[in-house]
């Protein structure tokens, strides 16, 4: 029997489920509302459920080897959901251990979104050839999974990797982890809307983004505009690129990787947001950077991007 | 027979050499001229002369299994010195090829002063319990060495571990590697003094500071002053602590280390420097960082420290 893991993406309102091959083709896949600021055994139950309905489906023709979890603050350490904010599940929660209890699937890992993105990359996606490359996922914050030697870093605790806070602007933009300048608030769906409004601020410039609210406005709405040649959207995505290729030849002074490889929203944006992103490397590269690093856009398809990292952390962990 | 590995730390004005046993004990030792702008055959002849003298001294008693040697732009991975400015042997010299071949030890090893300090820490001196840490190489400039899973970080093309070139104050001071506002500009023993020119540029204060050519001034001036309770000199220190310390953090972001490792110079002013470094890690700690990474300056003593670093080398790779 062909061997599959299940992979498992805990997303503030769904949670998606899949079966996956080592080829990365998903043979039978679910979901299940996230059931948030309740008890964590309400939505453990439920979650447990949509599972063994899943599971029914490839009996007898597929053996289930592993599973992976990808879910905001997933601790690769200790396998505890810790402090997730968004979903109020409380403190700490032993996911894997119940997960292990419920199912004794020989090999079960956890890790945040961006890691399991990472190691999706790396299992499934553009990095296959990579054994040191940085993954960068934009979307209302920044995360980021790092991986050297072919290994994911997650440092003393689990918290590595977490590279949207690092500094960019001292004294800048209040980050939500209570220090000021950090990356994500500048490069990230929601950064490049402050970006957008501080422009609108500066200038007087027409744009079709004054029409919109900026509660609703979207990195979205940015590139729209910016096709069209809308001067605050094109400036938006200008300065955006700006700090993220200066923010990269700090990772680089870090791990010197092979590769950057950038995920999310505003990366559908393209050469928008690519082109200032590497000029700026290029104007910000200190003379010892012999190796030219490439900035590339994942290969995982978007929709299933979550499911195959949050299995490709379980077929890591079993290679 | 009891092993030794041989230990060279080429400077840019003397070469060291010593033969090393696994716990640290340097039971012959050697020196000779590091001959610069010249023939690299030249020098290297002159090295082989003084390894080979000291060999006889410890003939019949030790078994030589390695050789590890720390360089200025010593490479990791092809184990050439390259483009090694203060050097002046050219673009790229073969060290290691050339070592093998003439004493044909089992293990030949060549890194980075930094990365050599890293794993000398690691292996003989105050990092022994720690499998992620990073070193911090104050001296005049910022050289550092990371350690991940008990692994020296080299990445793609062995200049990883650049952390004196992170970017801190952008658009800042110049720097030699063509960028502006790096790391080492600041928090060295040069960017000590570079600080406390600034300082009394900024304003009037009386200092002893200003009765030293800024040619000759050096940090252990800086050092004296502040014992003194200068206050130029002070203020230098508490400015290099708070870049240091939201350095650090940034750094935290990146590989979540156990401990930071302070070497050099500079390190030497005790809490000067360790206080205001600590207070702005504090100030400046992100909520998601739950590890209190602890800020420890070197046990290895400054005098042997370098030829145990590059001795360190060899024994990590023959474990």
Same mark, same amino acid.
Not at 34 to 46: E, R, S, V
Not at 151 to 172: K, M, S
């Given at each position: 029997?062909?061997?599959?893991?299940?992979?498992?993406?805990?997303?503030?309102?769904?949670?998606?489920?899949?079966?996956?091959?080592?080829?990365?083709?998903?043979?039978?896949?679910?979901?299940?509302?996230?059931?948030?600021?309740?008890?964590?055994?309400?939505?453990?139950?439920?979650?447990?459920?949509?599972?063994?309905?899943?599971?029914?489906?490839?009996?007898?023709? +597929?053996?289930?080897?592993?599973?992976?979890?990808?879910?905001?603050?997933?601790?690769?350490?200790?396998?505890?959901?810790?402090?997730?904010?968004?979903?109020?599940?409380?403190?700490?929660?032993?996911?894997?251990?119940?997960?292990?209890?419920?199912?004794? +699937?020989?090999?079960?890992?956890?890790?945040?979104?961006?890691?399991?993105?990472?190691?999706?990359?790396?299992?499934?996606?553009?990095?296959?050839?990579?054994?040191?490359?940085?993954?960068?996922?934009?979307?209302?914050?920044?995360?980021?999974?790092?991986?050297?030697?072919?290994?994911?870093?997650?440092?003393?605790?689990?918290?590595?990797?977490?590279?949207?806070?690092?500094?960019?602007?001292?004294?800048?933009?209040?980050?939500?982890?209570?220090?000021?300048?950090?990356?994500?608030?500048?490069?990230?769906?929601?950064?490049?809307?402050?970006?957008?409004?501080?422009?609108?601020? +500066?200038?007087?410039?027409?744009?079709?983004?004054?029409?919109?609210?900026?509660?609703?406005?979207?990195?979205?709405?940015?590139?729209?505009?910016?096709?069209?040649?809308?001067?605050?959207?094109?400036?938006?995505?200008?300065?955006?690129?700006?700090?993220?290729?200066?923010?990269?030849?700090?990772?680089?002074?870090?791990?010197?990787?092979?590769?950057?490889?950038?995920?999310?929203?505003?990366?559908?944006?393209?050469?928008?947001?690519?082109?200032?992103?590497?000029?700026?490397?290029?104007?910000?590269?200190?003379?010892?950077?012999?190796?030219?690093?490439?900035?590339?856009?994942?290969?995982?398809?978007?929709?299933?991007?979550?499911?195959?990292?949050?299995?490709?952390?379980?077929?890591?962990?079993?290679?």
């Amino acid at each position: 029997m062909e061997k599959v893991v299940l992979g498992i993406d805990i997303g503030g309102t769904n949670t998606e489920i899949g079966f996956v091959t080592r080829d990365g083709k998903v043979v039978a896949k679910n979901h299940t509302p996230t059931l948030t600021n309740t008890d964590f055994k309400h939505y453990f139950n439920a979650l447990v459920k949509a599972i063994r309905r899943t599971e029914q489906s490839i009996k007898g023709k +597929y053996d289930i080897v592993g599973a992976g979890i990808g879910a905001p603050n997933g601790n690769y350490l200790n396998g505890c959901i810790e402090n997730a904010v968004n979903l109020g599940w409380g403190d700490k929660v032993p996911i894997i251990d119940m997960l292990k209890e419920e199912f004794g +699937y020989p090999v079960c890992v956890l890790s945040n979104d961006a890691n399991a993105a990472a190691v999706g990359e790396m299992i499934f996606g553009g990095a296959k050839d990579f054994g040191n490359f940085i993954m960068l996922t934009l979307g209302t914050g920044l995360g980021s999974g790092i991986i050297i030697n072919g290994q994911l870093v997650v440092g003393t605790d689990g918290n590595a990797g977490e590279l949207g806070h690092l500094t960019v602007v001292p004294g800048g933009r209040e980050c939500g982890c209570g220090h000021l300048g950090c990356l994500e608030n500048y490069c990230s769906a929601t950064g490049m809307v402050r970006t957008a409004l501080e422009f609108m601020a +500066y200038n007087k410039v027409p744009s079709v983004l004054r029409d919109i609210k900026p509660a609703d406005m979207t990195s979205k709405d940015i590139y729209d505009a910016a096709q069209a040649g809308d001067s605050i959207a094109l400036d938006t995505f200008q300065y955006t690129g700006e700090i993220l290729g200066s923010a990269i030849n700090d990772m680089i002074t870090f791990s010197s990787p092979e590769a950057i490889v950038l995920f999310g929203g505003p990366t559908k944006a393209g050469d928008y947001i690519l082109t200032p992103t590497v000029e700026s490397m290029k104007a910000n590269k200190r003379k010892f950077m012999t190796n030219d690093v490439k900035v590339i856009i994942s290969e995982l398809d978007g929709a299933q991007a979550a499911i195959l990292g949050a299995a490709a952390m379980a077929w890591n962990d079993i290679e």
